[in-house]
């Protein structure tokens, strides 16, 4: 890579990090749930399906589109379908039951199980196939990604700093909230869209960078600095836990292993799965 | 008398456990209980009756004390609560101060409400709701996990807000709660959920 692809890369890289920091972030804060993120309520997997079926149509009928656009905009159209869907129905603020974060990584699995017999199909046949999507990197960065990540990332944190003191006082839970006559489902379709985008932009571009919005802010919040305050949480937390996926992202680029470079989201999987058992070990010693 | 609340459910609204048909009513600055068996669909009306705020207690501020522990995500703490809670709403609220002497709560201020016990978390609960400048508290189940100085106190605390022309409504099963309201709202249920308003 020359300096230029470099600079790129560190840039993704960055706003990945923070748009998907952001995500868990607000999964959280929205759920009230520790456990949650993009990764463990599905959202990584609903994102992949829209890229195999966008794979498969370009396959039958030829398209010359490129898969990561054409990806990222069917998982938009999806997003705006089900948000015009679910519009007249209520989503009750409460805490979500473990069984959805469940349903979550099973879908997930679901999803990769699909994704496994897909690329199965199509070695046989000697296509071609995304194969490079299930543990995500930033090897094939350009200018146009570098755009539209950084245009997604500056939108989250702007909503993220416009919003995030009366976000605040959604930690205390929906019956806290409207005592204070703040109404929490007005950030629903918001918090909803944005960790569903963060996904979308990052795994359609890069591939799937699993657990990664469930490491961040819990990273964050060991820290004085960011615990107990989720303004700092959401708007400085996203720019350290970007630099942070950054410097991993550009050691696995300048020490690889045996000549291969390490995909960075191998890494971020073996750190976010290890959290997430230890998250549930502790739960279970707390309870 | 000056019914700061007074609904007529003579058509029937449809709750949960069946369609719920009375009146009632609810006088400013006075103390009501609601009575019934478990079950029948006392916290089931609360909850009804909070979602439909804007239709059946216009009128009113209301502050709600429902079922269920505080649950916190973080290691946010009883003090983190009251001061957020002044920053959103821009004013101090010297009520605290007395509800956390009453509720003798000092020492737990600084500690992580996710660590507090099932008293302490009812403790904190109580007071994020009544710190509040509300003209009615809706409060299910107050007394649950709590000592009996504690108890004490918060009657007494009732008690005193009730003659600066506060209401306060009581989903209730302690026996000295009944001595000090005036005013009681009974459930039963026979084809539907039946609601009698009746001065004590």
Redesign the interface.
């Known amino acids: 890579m020359n300096e230029y692809e470099l600079i790129m890369r560190f840039l993704c890289s960055f706003f990945s990090g923070a748009l998907l920091c952001l995500g868990g972030s607000f999964c959280?804060?929205y759920t009230?749930?520790?456990m949650a993120s993009p990764s463990t309520l599905g959202f990584s997997g609903l994102v992949v399906l829209q890229v195999i079926i966008f794979h498969l149509l370009k396959t039958i009928f030829h398209w010359s589109f490129p898969l990561e656009y054409g990806a990222l905009v069917l998982s938009f159209l999806f997003l705006v379908v089900l948000l015009l869907l679910t519009k007249s129905k209520r989503m009750s603020f409460t805490?979500m039951k473990e069984h959805l974060i469940l349903l979550g990584i099973c879908f997930n699995l679901l999803v990769g199980s699909f994704f496994s017999i897909l690329y199965f199909l199509f070695l046989t046949k000697a296509l071609d196939f995304p194969s490079y999507l299930w543990f995500g990197s930033f090897k094939f960065v350009n200018l146009e990604m570098t755009i539209i990540s950084g245009f997604f990332c500056l939108l989250a944190l702007l909503y993220a700093s416009r919003f995030s003191?009366?976000m605040?006082?959604l930690?205390?839970?929906a019956?806290?909230c409207?005592?204070?006559k703040?109404e929490p489902l007005k950030f629903v379709g918001p918090v909803i869209c944005l960790s569903y985008v963060s996904m979308a932009i990052t795994t359609c571009f890069f591939g799937v960078f699993s657990f990664l919005g469930l490491l961040f802010p819990h990273l964050l919040?060991h820290f004085s600095f960011f615990?107990?305050n989720l303004k700092r949480e959401l708007t400085i937390g996203p720019l350290v836990s970007g630099s942070i996926f950054a410097i991993i992202d550009q050691f696995t680029y300048f020490f690889p292993l045996n000549g291969a470079e390490l995909p960075v989201g191998m890494i971020t999987s073996i750190l976010g799965c290890s959290l997430f058992i230890v998250l549930l070990l502790k739960k279970k010693t707390?309870s | 008398m000056n019914y700061v609340v007074e609904n007529h459910f003579q058509e029937g609204v449809q709750l949960i456990h069946g369609k719920i048909h009375g009146i009632w009513k609810l006088v400013q600055g006075e103390s009501q209980l609601w009575q019934g068996a478990n079950g029948i669909g006392k916290s089931s009306f609360l909850r009804f009756l909070?979602e439909n705020e804007k239709k059946y207690l216009k009128e009113v501020v209301c502050?709600?004390?429902?079922q269920g522990p505080?649950?916190?995500?973080?290691?946010?703490?009883p003090r983190?609560?009251i001061k957020?809670?002044e920053?959103?709403?821009g004013k101090s609220f010297e009520s605290s101060q007395e509800l956390i002497e009453g509720f003798k709560l000092q020492s737990r201020l600084d500690t992580p409400i996710?660590f507090l016990s099932g008293g302490e978390n009812q403790l904190v609960k109580l007071l994020?709701?009544l710190m509040?400048s509300?003209s009615v508290y809706f409060l299910d189940e107050a007394t649950t996990h709590l000592d009996e100085e504690r108890i004490k106190f918060l009657f007494d605390y009732i008690q005193k807000r009730k003659k600066d022309g506060v209401s306060f409504v009581l989903i209730e099963h302690h026996p000295h709660a009944s001595l000090f309201c005036e005013s009681v709202l009974k459930f039963s249920k026979r084809n539907r959920l039946e609601i009698e308003y009746e001065r004590v």
């Open positions: 959280q804060v009230q749930n520790e805490k003191s009366k605040q006082l930690v205390y839970g019956e806290y409207q005592n204070l703040m919040r615990s107990r707390n | 909070r502050s709600y004390l429902m505080l649950h916190v995500l973080g290691d946010y703490t983190d609560l957020h809670t920053d959103y709403l996710r994020s709701c509040l509300s």
